[in-house]
């Protein structure tokens, strides 16, 4: 089993920079991908960013891609996701994940361990 812990979230104004940590316990060596997915109120949850614990490739969502960076500290078995140039659409419970298959994308479906989530609110 692995556990999820997010944190990190919070309220902000457009522009701010926020940073999530999600640390993972357990069976931490059973996993091979991280990644972060959110949901907003009323729509479906959508993949935000992923990072292979080895060599440490990562993935992005079009939506924030060249604002959001996503990060492992394998010493502290951590992944962060680090928000720049938020915007009032970015508001949304944010989720950690992790994926046993080392060949997984953006479905969520593949992952299979998920923290509480972390409510990220952007105002305008």
């Known amino acids: 089993q692995v556990k999820l812990v997010e944190s990190g979230g919070g309220l902000v104004q457009a522009g701010d920079s926020l940073r999530l940590s999600c640390a993972a316990s357990g069976r931490t060596f059973s996993t091979h991908v991280m990644g972060w997915f959110r949901q907003a109120p009323g729509k479906e949850r959508e993949f935000v960013a992923l990072i292979r614990w080895s060599g440490g490739s990562t993935r992005y969502a079009d939506s924030v891609k060249g604002r959001f960076t996503i990060s492992r500290d394998n010493s502290k078995n951590t992944v962060y996701l680090q928000m720049n140039g938020l915007k009032p659409e970015d508001t949304a419970v944010y989720y950690c994940?992790?994926?046993?298959?080392?060949?997984?994308?953006?479905?969520?479906?593949?992952?299979?361990?998920w923290g509480h989530g972390a409510q990220v609110t952007v105002s305008s």
């Open positions: 994940a992790a994926a046993s298959s080392a060949v997984v994308t953006g479905n969520s479906y593949e992952y299979d361990y």
